[in-house]
């Protein structure tokens, strides 16, 4: 690689000109075009004695306008994120969803179409040369057209979830934006964001914690009857969407999305909940540590001590190139080519938004990363996770855009992969066993949230469903609701709970995807499996990791598993075996820490 790597991507060659470009423009009203021309041909086509010859056409067009949409709205995300006071970005942004929801409602159209074609028709379209790689898609959007209402009445449930649905949303959003939270340090009083007291409730210093803590809870109980609302709209409208739909259940949306089944949910959890045990003693010896019977809620993801030395960009980039290269030459290659491309924004500057992404662009063939790099080895594992999401996209790329579509819970499992190697690494590379404790404990930390935090977020998020189907439900209900799913998650462990996190989680307001949390969980355990098998299988199984991620959009998470691992996600073993593998982690530290307490 170069001497010295740039911190700052290089957008121009994806459109020249940032937020003024004309390129972008032209392109965006050639979509626009296109969409039009798209709902024309939908309306004049009668599918019932439709072949190959009248499908094919439409295909291709509805997968040339996606992949454009999704470039285009992968450039505007950058921009908005690079720099927040852009207001021309953000009115790019808002052209995007508009053409996003018209091609939504042509999607819909098409989809209820294909339900027209007779069964035998159908069974022979699809083992056509040209369809049959994504028959699989084309099944897939049938199926669900025929479990859905009249196409009429779909679309206008989307053009209604604009101001309504998603109008709750945001209104969310503006709340938390306009959130101060007061907070006194060296004599000077601070309102600090929602995102900078977050920061600071990961603070090393209990003192700290406990201070913007006690002030973020108050900060949230103000806000509680505003978040409340929102929330109980936001599920009102899907429990209605789903009642004239004639669905019975709140999980059938997510776990459709997710292309997964509720016994493969429902056999996670259970291995999970059967090997909490160990998890247990690491949260007693890490409360030990800090001087404390019992760990608060602010405490779980405290870090032990300071996060030792300082790496620099370029080190990282080194250290992330060589540790994927034991692993998989061709990822090495890959990261190789985005640190010199300029896919990466990492500088640390004002006027960026917090957090950190990886986005696509289709088109070009091409991934941006966002994040703020702060020199620190948590930041070389978030460099790692989102370089992981890029390598996946970028074995992707060359299939067809509906085949290149894969949901939320396998396309975790490619960054926490990527993350892994690197952590692992790192681990081994400790130059002390205080430096070697603070690796671990920040590991099993991550298993802890995927394993208890976020299943008692999908625990709140079941109880709340089922009594919003009785009405409204008070702020002092959501919160011994919230209070019951982490006591229950954590098995009573914590000496204090967040009985506002129902309000102060941004997930529960998302309304791309409903169960914003055990895919999460998924992800983390199915790519540990994965690195289990990379473990014990060696260099050989690079190639077969490839051919999974390339499979991802094409088929449920169960006959990914059984194609290329022999795997059945409904049964105990594979889930066991990756839990294991954390499971040695734990009692390494319980055994590094013995002394210490």
């Not at 340090?185 to 601070?190: A, F, P």
């Not at 600090?192 to 600071?200: E, F, I, P, V």
């Not at 919160?479 to 982490?486: D, F, L, V, W």
Request: net charge negative; charged share 25%; with cysteine.
């Amino acid at each position: 690689m170069k001497k010295q790597l740039e911190t700052t991507w290089n957008l121009d060659n994806i459109f020249p000109g940032g937020s003024e470009s004309d390129e972008l423009q032209a392109f965006l009203d050639t979509i626009e075009q296109d969409i039009q021309r798209l709902e024309e041909r939908l309306k004049a086509d009668n599918f019932a004695s439709a072949g190959e010859r009248q499908v094919q056409p439409l295909v291709e067009l509805i997968q040339d306008i996606s992949a454009r949409l999704i470039e285009a709205e992968s450039f505007a995300v950058c921009l908005t994120s690079q720099d927040q006071t852009d207001q021309k970005a953000v009115q790019i942004s808002g052209k995007i969803k508009s053409l996003n929801a018209g091609f939504a409602s042509a999607s819909i159209h098409f989809d209820q179409l294909l339900t027209q074609i007779p069964d035998n028709r159908w069974e022979v379209m699809l083992e056509s040369d040209v369809i049959w790689q994504i028959s699989f898609v084309l099944n897939e959007r049938r199926t669900r057209a025929l479990d859905r209402m009249l196409p009429e009445l779909e679309a206008l449930a989307a053009d209604a979830a604009v101001d309504g649905y998603h109008g709750w949303s945001e209104l969310y959003d503006a709340a938390v934006g306009r959130l101060r939270i007061p907070f006194e340090e060296n004599g000077k009083l601070l309102l600090l964001s929602a995102g900078q007291a977050d920061n600071k409730l990961h603070s090393p210093e209990r003192r700290l914690r406990e201070n913007v803590f006690e002030r973020w809870q108050n900060a949230w109980s103000e806000q509680a009857e505003l978040c409340a609302l929102s929330l109980n709209h936001l599920a009102g409208f899907r429990l209605q969407l789903y009642k004239h739909r004639g669905w019975d259940s709140v999980l059938k949306e997510p776990l459709e999305i997710n292309r997964m089944s509720e016994k493969t949910l429902q056999t996670m959890w259970e291995v999970i909940d059967r090997n909490k045990e160990v998890f247990l003693r690491y949260l007693q010896r890490k409360a030990s540590l800090l001087g404390v019977d019992s760990l608060s809620w602010h405490d779980v993801e405290a870090p032990l001590g300071e996060g030792g030395k300082e790496i620099s960009f370029d080190r990282a980039a080194g250290m992330i190139v060589e540790q994927f290269g034991k692993f998989s030459p061709q990822m090495a290659d890959f990261a190789e080519m985005a640190f010199e491309r300029r896919w990466i924004e990492a500088e640390d500057r004002p006027g960026k938004r917090p957090g950190g992404f990886c986005t696509s662009f289709p088109v070009s063939g091409e991934s941006r990363i966002f994040m703020t790099y702060g020199q620190t080895l948590d930041n070389v594992g978030t460099l790692a996770h989102e370089l992981g999401h890029a390598y996946h996209q970028h074995l992707m790329n060359g299939l067809p855009e509906m085949l290149q579509n894969y949901a939320m819970n396998v396309a975790e499992t490619a960054s926490t992969f990527a993350e892994m190697i690197v952590v692992d690494a790192s681990l081994k590379m400790a130059d002390n066993v205080q430096e070697r404790i603070f690796l671990l404990e920040d590991k099993i930390q991550r298993a802890v949230t995927f394993f208890m935090n976020i299943q008692a977020r999908f625990l709140f998020e079941v109880q709340f469903y089922k009594e919003r189907k009785s009405g409204l439900v008070s702020v002092d209900r959501l919160n011994e609701i919230m209070t019951e799913a982490q006591q229950k998650a954590f098995r009573h462990s914590l000496g204090s709970y967040h009985p506002y996190f129902w309000a102060s989680k941004l997930h529960f307001y998302a309304t791309d995807v409903p169960f914003y949390n055990f895919p999460y969980t998924f992800g983390y355990l199915f790519s540990t499996g994965l690195y289990a098998r990379a473990l014990e299988e060696g260099p050989g199984f690079a190639d077969k990791y490839a051919a999974l991620l390339r499979d991802t959009g094409a088929m449920p998470v169960e006959e990914l598993a059984r194609k290329h691992l022999g795997a059945d996600l409904t049964r105990d073993d594979f889930w066991q075996a990756a839990i294991e593998l954390l499971i040695k982690d734990v009692n390494e530290f319980l055994s590094l820490t013995k002394t210490r307490e």
